[in-house]
């Protein structure tokens, strides 16, 4: 099983809708975060979290929230979705030291019509 | 913010080449990590290396800290190398998370 998931995998939405993407991880890393990309722009971070009651805003959080859940569940919503957030969404987790990698889950292709 | 400019945007090989990326960044930082993203969307990470030079088969790295830059070498490439590859980079001073350059896109043919 893959140590970080994402739900659900391609979504097609409305503008003006509510949407959420889940994250879960088996890692045991403390910190999780969410990214965006877009072609030509690399990863830009949304949000990120270093521990559960810890929530912290990206480069990019504008129309964009999140929740905490547990130390495995890192949830990102967007609040009423417009066609600019169209892009591939990725949730991503590592432990608290210098030297953690980051790990990423397969990512959310997001279309808002 | 600190600034991650990564070279050549884009690189077109023929099976069996060499490519160096490289990666500048604008200030001091304590995590400098190399991540490839397959064809399918998929992102890995190749190498965490702030300073020193590592190898990992065909694949090395090489960061200059005092210098503020990092190369990614690839030798031999195979098609299965294609992809986009990607540096990130925190700041030395605090607790902060990665900030990721825009990428190579590496096409490598047959």
């Known amino acids: 099983d893959a140590d970080v998931t994402q739900t659900p995998r391609n979504r097609i939405t409305k503008t003006g809708k509510r949407i959420m993407l889940e994250c879960s991880q088996t890692?045991?890393?403390?910190?999780m975060y969410w990214y965006r990309q877009d072609p030509g722009l690399g990863l830009r971070l949304i949000y990120y979290?270093?521990?559960?009651?810890?929530?912290n805003k990206g480069e990019i959080s504008d129309g964009y929230s999140v929740s905490r859940q547990a130390q495995a569940k890192f949830s990102l919503s967007l609040e009423s979705a417009i066609p600019n957030q169209t892009a591939l969404y990725f949730c991503?987790?590592?432990?608290?030291?210098?030297?953690?990698?980051?790990?990423f889950g397969p990512g959310t292709r997001l279309t808002v019509l | 913010g600190i600034q991650v400019e990564q070279s050549p945007p884009d690189l077109i090989l023929q099976e069996g080449a060499n490519s160096t990326l490289r990666c500048n960044f604008s200030?001091?930082?304590?995590?400098l990590q190399w991540f490839h993203q397959n064809p399918w969307g998929q992102l890995i990470n190749l190498f965490y290396?702030?300073?020193g030079t590592k190898q990992n088969g065909r694949l090395s790295a090489t960061t200059v800290a005092t210098e503020r830059y990092s190369l990614l070498y690839i030798s031999s490439s195979q098609t299965t190398d294609s992809g986009v590859y990607f540096c990130?980079?925190?700041?030395?001073?605090?607790?902060?998370?990665?900030?990721f350059g825009k990428g190579t896109r590496l096409s490598v043919i047959a």
């Open positions: 890692k045991g890393h403390d910190r």
């Open positions: 290396i702030p300073s």
């Open positions: 200030d001091s930082v304590n995590n």
């Open positions: 990130a980079v925190a700041y030395r001073s605090g607790n902060t998370p990665l900030v």
């Open positions: 991503a987790t590592s432990g608290t030291g210098l030297t953690d990698t980051q790990y």
């Open positions: 979290s270093f521990d559960v009651k810890d929530i």
